[in-house]
């Protein structure tokens, strides 16, 4: 029995050696040098791509990156990455990937086992009032997607403010 707890202790600290924690995700804050809640032009390569509405109720802006910077990870192609920005801060990275096991395999080394969603069919990491990634695949590619919770929680709060200054005008 004492066999048998030593081996299960044994298995149990190199598992969770062998990936790191999910502490890592926010101190990374992003995809590669580009942070989110960092301010939009402070990423080299960006250009503007459109207008938009963010879930039918905020006014945001559609980045485009082309920078050599960004065209890799690691020996990983990576086919675009673009950036949704509210008042000039990124709230979210997207980066395109074709399909390759080698990248998931290095978000788990880096973040730890991801949690899968049979709702969204997508696996994502997600640091609760701070950040979340989402790894979502088709047969051709893959879509990383970095969300900034606290700029999400300010676009409500800024809806809120207008809401509050129109029901003070009557």
Do not use: Q
């Given at each position: 029995m004492t066999k048998n707890l030593a081996g299960l202790?044994?298995?149990?600290s190199f598992l969770t050696a062998a990936g790191q924690d999910i502490s890592e995700l926010p101190r990374r804050n992003g995809f590669k040098d580009i942070k989110l809640g960092s301010p939009v032009d402070s990423v080299k390569g960006a250009s503007f791509k459109k207008?938009?509405?963010?879930?039918k109720e905020f006014e945001a802006k559609l980045y485009e990156v082309k920078n050599p910077a960004y065209e890799k990870i690691g020996?990983?192609?990576?086919?675009?990455v673009e950036l949704k920005v509210y008042k000039g801060l990124i709230y979210e990275i997207i980066v395109t990937t074709p399909k390759d096991p080698r990248i998931m395999r290095a978000l788990e080394?880096?973040?730890?086992?991801?949690?899968?969603s049979i709702r969204t069919e997508a696996y994502y990491w997600r640091v609760p009032e701070q950040i979340?990634?989402?790894?979502?695949?088709?047969?051709?590619e893959v879509t990383l997607t970095y969300h900034s919770y606290p700029l999400i929680k300010k676009m409500y709060a800024d809806k809120k403010k207008k809401l509050e200054q129109i029901a003070e005008d009557f």
């Open positions: 202790l044994f298995l149990f207008d938009f509405t963010e879930l020996e990983a192609e990576v086919n675009g080394k880096l973040y730890g086992k991801a949690t899968y979340s990634l989402v790894y979502k695949g088709n047969r051709k």
